[in-house]
């Protein structure tokens, strides 16, 4: 599987995400000792920095380099303080060079929109209903789609929810577009008579409010025969944990307390807890959307069940 993270809140160290954590992204990805092996192709993020030219504009980074060697990555995360990261490790079966490019690489942002979107999971058997789902989304979307992953086209349909897919949005219309996209989907696997299991985990940013979904449509169903590993029960999962502030904190990484009245500055959703000591980390539920605002300074998180 995929790996894939969001961050919101105080401005923050991008290489405390990406790479520098004792379970970051970039490690999760590539040392054995913290997940298991997964076959790399491709290293995202977006990071949006408060006061900076054309602030609504996320820095874009991409690359097909395997992540541990990539210098550029690792210099670019430890000189940006972002106050918004959207990351993302894709995996992928070699077997089709072309499929391994950067036009393939997470998060997607088409051209003039405002928001972003990450993915973990794939919808299997899509070529069955590619064509159909293309033909749910806006021309003036589709046609901006490059690529060759299921995931582009999630992304595309989830804008063309979205009255107008190139204006600013509330967390409240983001989250709307997310569930239609996923309602829209199931609706395609039963026209198409698709029944194993395919997962849709999304975390979906504007750069000041946060969307994350775990859904998993027929749970469980498979054709044939798979590996134990594909049905371990910690795959595909989304976990958050809130505070003031991510770092090294008496030697261990962790976000620290939040202020004296409870409320949170800051907050990270990622796939899998991005510290080993994983206490301080809250799964989100199956079948549940996380609709995260910040407000005045602080986190606002409400975590709603899909009803899917």
């Known amino acids: 599987m995929c790996r894939l993270l969001g961050y919101l809140g105080d401005d923050l160290q991008v290489s405390a995400l990406i790479t520098d954590s004792d379970s970051s992204l970039t490690r999760q990805a590539t040392d054995s000792s913290v997940q298991n092996f997964m076959n790399v192709a491709g290293t995202g993020f977006k990071a949006w920095e408060n006061g900076s030219i054309y602030e609504d504009e996320p820095y874009t980074y991409k690359s097909i380099e395997l992540p541990m060697y990539d210098r550029t990555l690792m210099g670019l995360t430890k000189k940006l303080k972002a106050n918004c990261v959207l990351g993302h490790i894709r995996a992928t079966v070699y077997g089709n060079l072309s499929l391994v490019n950067t036009t393939n690489v997470h998060p997607f942002q088409f051209t003039g929109t405002k928001i972003a979107l990450a993915h973990n999971g794939g919808l299997t058997d899509f070529p069955k209903m590619k064509f159909a789902l293309a033909a749910k989304c806006k021309p003036e979307i589709a046609n901006k789609v490059e690529g060759t992953t299921d995931s582009e086209w999630i992304y595309a349909l989830f804008l063309s929810m979205l009255d107008d897919p190139f204006a600013n949005h509330t967390s409240e219309e983001i989250a709307n577009a997310a569930s239609k996209t996923i309602q829209e989907i199931k609706t395609l696997r039963d026209q198409f008579h698709i029944d194993t299991h395919s997962v849709i985990n999304l975390i979906i940013s504007n750069g000041k409010s946060?969307?994350?979904?775990?859904?998993?449509y027929d749970f469980g169903c498979y054709e044939g025969i798979v590996s134990p590993a594909v049905l371990s029960p910690q795959m595909h999962s989304l976990w958050y944990t809130a505070g003031d502030k991510f770092g090294e904190h008496d030697g261990s990484w962790a976000m620290s307390d939040g202020n004296n009245d409870g409320?949170?500055?800051?907050?990270?959703?990622?796939?899998?807890?991005?510290?080993r000591n994983d206490s301080s980390w809250f799964e989100i539920q199956k079948y549940s959307m996380a609709v995260i605002d910040r407000i005045d300074g602080k986190i606002k998180v409400d975590i709603r069940d899909l009803g899917i």
């Open 210 to 216: 946060m969307i994350a979904t775990c859904f998993t």
């Open 263 to 275: 409320t949170s500055t800051s907050i990270i959703i990622a796939s899998e807890p991005l510290t």
